[in-house]
């Protein structure tokens, strides 16, 4: 639920600094290996092979992550939006600190992540058929992502603190040996049982998370990317996820990057009429086009925590928004260029029927702002799922496709309660509003590490969710808006990820009956069909035409599809 347990600054750095100062591969370093106690009363419960109902079941991962640390500005992501979530408890000058050193220690680590130039060349000669000379990374799993018959890892903090190095070894990673490790992660070992389908999120955080304009000298990141080497280019990031989805035709299908600040300066860049010599660059809703209509891509992937809303940022002060948003050229314009911004991306996807992932957890906000009394608030709420119900009621907008990723997951139970009960009534009114249940790593840590048979954590999130959020009549209509995600590679710092699958599967198949059609069938639609239906897989659709025209374009097998027209969602 990308939740955070507080630490101490000693306990930060004693964990990290033990796990980041190792050369990382994907395993679990030496000398950081989490204490293994022994959890008898673990209640240890996930599908096996007498779990008919999933056999054969073109399972789809509807939200999970392939990205590298150059996609992304790591440095500032990882100081900036993790750690002033995981270190709650410290205060403002210990944290300033506690950044400073970890950014260190990461520029340093991520330096060596293959950059663009480096990983088309790799891509290129896999596509011709060429041997591959380098040995995959990440196709081991560390010794924590499993959950052993008796084994009962991460029981104190500093061992949770120690599993981050396996994101930075996953952010140091080749992208398309990231998609092997990631379908190496959730190969169940049974019979017919595994993922068919994977529609990994890109994301752009650039603007957002850029430098403030500060005196030589200042914590944190301040050179031109996260850690002195050039990052990709959204462009080139799409062009290497294309060849990946050559690679392995019918497993991956990305969700493309929006950011509305870039489509802002892109406009402004392209309209200037200074006379200067300025080569026009393709605008971030270009690149969404192209990705979507010529590249094979899914749909669109959006992060409001990083300082926007869906619409209305025109009614916000320019305070509100991150202290650069006020230079040349937009000034008090700014909130409406954003505004704009999104109605031109909402009508490409009103047009083409094409999916949008949005991040919907009151997390990773990318800072603070000052609203009403000067109270400061967190850009966390900027994803608040009011938002959403303000873009879906207008009516150029009302048939949007949209998943609210993480369904609205909180720390706080009663916004919880309150986002969840705005994504209800949401999906009561519009059709195609569906949420994923992602990074819900509290299941399988409780399915190893509980204290009794009965898998308590589950039975808190999934109990109420049936009895509540799904209670009947809505629960008939709702259930069948509910997807399955793993959130990896985000996942991936959590003890016992790699059952995630296994355990969510069961324990929702478990939970979730008295309501829709029974507990396999709504199981099924969970892992399966209700994507299907989101996504636009099934025959007739768009997504699915697009897709096969790519397919025959690349003269790649496009019958792969016909598994997902066969689904009863």
Request: contains cysteine; hydrophobic residues 40%; charged residues 20%.
């Amino acid at each position: 639920m990308n939740g955070f347990n507080p630490i101490t600054r000693r306990a930060a750095l004693r964990g990290l600094g033990a796990v980041l100062g190792t050369a990382l591969g994907c395993g679990f370093p030496p000398g950081a290996r989490a204490q293994v106690l022994k959890c008898a009363n673990a209640c240890r419960s996930m599908i096996g092979a007498d779990d008919k109902w999933i056999a054969g079941l073109p399972i789809i991962d509807a939200h999970c992550h392939i990205f590298n640390a150059r996609d992304i500005p790591a440095v500032r992501f990882i100081t900036n939006v993790f750690l002033p979530n995981y270190a709650l408890d410290l205060s403002p000058g210990n944290k300033a600190v506690l950044q400073r050193e970890i950014s260190g220690l990461l520029g340093g680590m991520l330096a060596a992540t293959p950059g663009y130039a480096q990983e088309k060349a790799l891509l290129e000669a896999r596509l011709a058929g060429e041997p591959v000379s380098a040995k995959p990374e990440g196709a081991a799993l560390p010794d924590f992502a499993k959950g052993g018959s008796r084994s009962c890892y991460g029981r104190d903090v500093a061992d949770n603190i120690s599993a981050f190095g396996n994101l930075i070894a996953i952010l140091k990673n080749f992208r398309h040996r990231n998609f092997e490790a990631l379908a190496a992660t959730y190969e169940t070992g049974l019979s017919r049982v595994g993922v068919a389908l994977y529609t990994p999120a890109m994301v752009d955080m650039d603007y957002w998370l850029a430098p403030e304009r500060e005196p030589p000298g200042a914590i944190g990141d301040v050179g031109d990317d996260a850690f002195s080497l050039p990052q990709a280019t959204i462009a080139q990031q799409i062009e290497l996820m294309e060849m990946t989805q050559r690679l392995y035709p019918g497993r991956v299908h990305a969700f493309a990057p929006f950011c509305p600040w870039r489509q802002a300066d892109d406009l402004y860049h392209n309209a200037r009429g200074d006379g200067a010599v300025r080569q026009r660059r393709p605008t971030a809703l270009e690149l969404v086009e192209d990705a979507v209509l010529n590249r094979g891509f899914a749909g669109v992937k959006l992060y409001p925590p990083m300082g926007y809303l869906p619409l209305g940022n025109a009614e916000l002060p320019l305070s509100a928004f991150p202290s650069w948003a006020g230079d040349a050229p937009f000034a008090d314009t700014f909130g409406a260029a954003l505004d704009e911004a999104m109605r031109s991306l909402y009508r490409f996807c009103i047009a083409h029927d094409v999916p949008v992932m949005a991040h919907c957890a009151e997390t990773n906000g990318a800072g603070v702002f000052s609203s009403s009394g000067d109270r400061e608030e967190n850009y966390a709420l900027r994803a608040h799922p009011f938002g959403w119900a303000r873009v879906l009621a207008e009516p150029e907008f009302a048939r949007l496709r949209l998943n609210l990723a993480h369904f609205g997951a909180s720390r706080d139970s009663r916004h919880q309660r309150e986002w969840r009960a705005v994504i209800g009534q949401m999906m009561d009114t519009h059709e195609h509003v569906y949420a994923d249940l992602s990074h819900y790593a509290e299941m399988v840590l409780d399915n190893f590490t509980g204290s009794g048979q009965h898998c308590r954590e589950a039975a808190e999130i999934l109990d109420p969710l049936r009895k509540g959020f799904l209670a009947r009549p809505a629960g008939d209509r709702r259930v069948r808006r509910l997807l399955y995600g793993s959130d990896w590679s985000m996942l991936s710092k959590q003890y016992y990820y790699g059952d995630y699958l296994r355990v969510v599967a069961h324990m929702y198949r478990r939970k979730i009956y008295g309501v829709g059609r029974g507990a396999e069938k709504n199981a099924q639609a969970f892992l399966s069909g209700n994507a299907v239906r989101f996504l636009g897989l099934g025959k007739g659709a768009k997504t699915r035409a697009r897709l096969e025209a790519w397919y025959a374009r690349h003269a790649l097998d496009g019958s792969v599809l016909e598994r997902f027209g066969k689904i009863d969602g």
